[in-house]
């Protein structure tokens, strides 16, 4: 007898300490749904309405041609409208297939007219004597002087071949090439005079 008055004991001291447990987390959960009950509220009601949605504003009409390239649009972007233009002939469309250069190798730079030939070529209004077989401009050797006539120069790229194709491209004395990168850097070359 004195075994169940003992298991009663402990079944009531058990049953009053989860009382008491239940009485001091009981007050944290109804201060927390005091302050989220109304979030929560909205939230299984659905809230407000959302957004109207954004209309596209209509594209102003011009006397610009509006040529576009297949594949120009993207799924997640807007749809490229820029012009593209025709490149002429000889010109670089791109610098694609250049290959990646070493940043910390300094580059050679360029040997005078007098030696061998040369010619003096300005890129974007700087000008500077270069060499056969030099390459220029000389803050970014990207392409080097291949060979000069009575008229004329050739040249290449420091390695690599241009997008058409062509490992050369001659240019006139006085005539001013523009080639264009795929990085938007663009390149105005002019042979000022030759040396042969």
Do not use: C, H
Request: net charge negative; charged share 15%.
């Amino acid at each position: 007898m004195a075994r169940k008055r003992s298991e009663a004991a402990l079944k009531a001291a058990k049953e009053a300490k989860q009382k008491k447990i239940l009485l001091v987390l009981l007050v944290p959960f109804i201060a927390l749904l005091a302050w989220q009950g109304p979030k929560t509220f909205k939230a299984l009601q659905g809230g407000s309405p959302p957004p109207p949605p954004v209309t596209a504003l209509p594209t102003p009409t011009g006397s610009l041609p509006t040529a576009t390239t297949p594949g120009a649009e993207s799924g997640s972007g807007l749809p490229d409208t820029d012009a593209q233009l025709e490149p002429l002939d000889g010109q670089l469309l791109s610098f694609s297939r250049f290959p990646g250069r070493d940043p910390f190798v300094r580059p050679s730079s360029g040997t005078s007219v007098s030696q061998a030939g040369g010619a003096t070529i300005e890129v974007n209004g700087e000008s500077e004597d270069v060499g056969i077989n030099n390459p220029f401009p000389a803050s970014d050797p990207t392409f080097k002087l291949v060979s000069v006539s009575d008229t004329a120069a050739t040249i290449g790229l420091v390695s690599g071949t241009f997008s058409n194709g062509s490992e050369t491209i001659s240019i006139n004395v006085g005539e001013t090439l523009v080639l264009a990168a795929d990085d938007g850097a663009r390149y105005a070359i002019k042979i000022v005079s030759v040396a042969t």
